[in-house]
């Protein structure tokens, strides 16, 4: 079994992405040093920023996202723009386009 979580972020305006871009990569260099992390990847899909990681439980997710870097992230999100996230339990890693339907279709605002 593996958690396995898509955030999508579109950031507010130009002006945003320098500061957007230095969080961005400081969370994806935590997240790949992260412990029970078993994937992570980036990609930009019509002008928003999408994150899919897999882990090896849902509890080492959730301490990556309260620490860090990307909790630094996270306390600066309105400010830079929004976006949603939609995360699961399954048994391997998906195809990063199933992910992404499942994404457009459950995300959640953040």
Known sequence: ???VSMTGFRPRGIAQLPR???RTLQSLAQARRA???VLVQARIVDGTYH?????SDPASMREFVASGAHLKAMKNFRNL???KVFGY???NIPAWYIVYALWKLHGREV
């Not at 994150?51 to 882990?55: I, V, Y």
């Open 20 to 22: 957007f871009w230095w």
């Open 81 to 83: 723009g929004a976006g």
């Open 35 to 37: 412990p029970g992390v």
């Open 51 to 55: 994150t899919l990681t897999a882990w």
């Open 89 to 91: 339990t399954c048994d």
């Open 1 to 3: 079994m593996v958690y």
